[in-house]
C-alpha cells in the first residue's frame, strides 16, 4: 500500500487536489482559500506545495493531501486513496481491499457486478441509443457507471459464480433471486444505475425495463424499475441518489437540490448543477 501511497504523491501535488474541491488563491508561496470544514469569512486555510501540506488556522484542521481527501469526502484511508489514485490514473488491486468482512464481500461482489453491466452496454446498441435519446453524453455514462442487464436467466449469476462467490452471498447483496428450480437474476433486459454511498462505494442498483415484454399483467419483473432490496450494506430509507457526487458541491453553496429520479439527477449534474439528489423513490426523510 504505501507503493500506491508514492506513486499517488509522484503523480499528483495538493495545490491540484485541493484546488479540485475548492477554490484557491496565491498568498506570497502559499495559496490561501475560505476553509471547507467550517463557516468563516475571512480566509484561514492555507496550502503549501513545499511541504505538500495544508492548515486551516481557525479550526487546526492539517495534513496531506490524503487526509484532505479523507476529511472532504468522509471517507477512510481507503477509500481517499480510491479516489486519488484515479484522479492519478494508478490502479490500485482490488483483492482484498475491502477486507473478507460479509459487508466486504458484498462491496466486492456489486463492484463486479458493476464492471459486468457496463461492459454489456457497450455490447448492446439499443441500450446506448436509448441513453443518447435521452440527452446522456458518453463522458456522464462513464461518470455514472451505467450499465445494462442483458436477457436472459442467468448471466450475472454465472458471471459471480465463476469468480468464486457464493450463491447465499449473490442472494443477500441482492443481485439473484431463490426460486423452486434454483437462482436466477433479478436484473434482466435493464438499463442498470448503479447506487452508491456517500463514499463512492456501488450497494446496489436501480434497473430500467429497456423492451416491455408482451408478459402476464402480474409479472412483477416487467415493472419500470427495480431496485435492489433491503440489505447489509443498502438501507434504502437512508440512501440519496448522487449523494457521493454531490457532498462537495453541496458544501460550497451551502445548498441542496432535491429531484426525483436517477435521469432528472443525472441531467442536472450535465448541465453543471452538481448540488443536487435524487430520492429515486426510495428515501425516508
Not at 22 to 30: A, C, M, Q, V
Not at 71 to 100: P, R
Not at 115 to 124: A, P, Q, V
Request: charged share 30%; proline share 3%; net charge positive.
Amino acid at each position: 500500500m504505501s507503493s500506491a501511497v508514492e506513486q499517488i504523491k509522484s503523480r499528483l501535488n495538493i495545490v491540484d487536489v485541493v484546488g479540485s474541491y475548492i477554490k484557491l488563491e496565491r498568498s506570497g508561496g502559499n495559496f490561501k482559500a475560505r476553509c471547507p470544514f467550517h463557516n468563516e469569512k475571512t480566509p484561514s486555510f492555507y496550502v503549501s506545495l513545499d511541504r505538500e501540506s495544508y492548515h486551516c488556522f481557525g479550526c487546526d484542521k492539517g495534513g496531506d493531501m490524503i487526509n484532505f481527501v479523507e476529511e472532504i469526502e468522509g471517507v477512510d484511508f481507503l477509500g481517499a486513496l480510491k479516489i486519488l489514485a484515479d484522479k492519478a490514473g494508478i490502479k490500485i488491486e482490488k483483492e482484498g481491499s475491502y477486507g473478507n468482512s460479509k459487508k466486504g464481500r458484498v462491496f466486492e461482489l456489486l463492484e463486479e457486478a458493476t464492471d459486468f453491466y457496463r461492459k454489456e452496454l457497450i455490447k448492446n446498441p439499443s441500450a446506448l441509443e436509448y441513453l443518447k435519446n435521452r440527452g446522456l453524453c458518453g463522458e456522464t455514462i462513464k461518470k455514472f457507471k451505467i450499465g445494462y442487464a442483458p436477457e436472459g436467466w442467468r448471466n450475472i449469476y454465472d458471471l459471480l459464480k465463476k469468480k468464486k462467490y457464493a450463491d447465499e452471498e449473490m442472494e443477500a447483496a441482492g443481485m439473484v433471486i431463490k426460486s423452486e428450480k434454483g437462482y436466477y437474476d433479478r436484473f434482466r433486459g435493464r438499463i442498470m444505475f448503479p447506487i452508491f454511498s456517500g463514499s463512492g462505494n456501488v450497494i446496489g442498483f436501480s434497473g430500467r425495463i429497456l423492451i416491455k415484454q408482451n408478459t402476464s399483467s402480474n409479472d412483477k419483473d416487467q415493472a419500470k424499475y427495480i431496485n435492489s432490496p433491503q440489505t447489509i450494506v443498502y438501507d434504502k430509507s437512508n440512501v440519496l441518489y448522487g449523494i457521493n457526487y454531490a457532498k462537495v458541491p453541496i458544501r460550497s453553496k451551502g445548498k441542496c437540490i432535491l429531484v426525483e429520479g436517477q435521469m432528472d439527477l443525472i441531467m442536472s449534474h450535465q448541465v453543471g448543477i452538481e448540488n443536487a439528489v435524487a430520492v429515486s423513490g426510495t428515501f425516508v426523510p
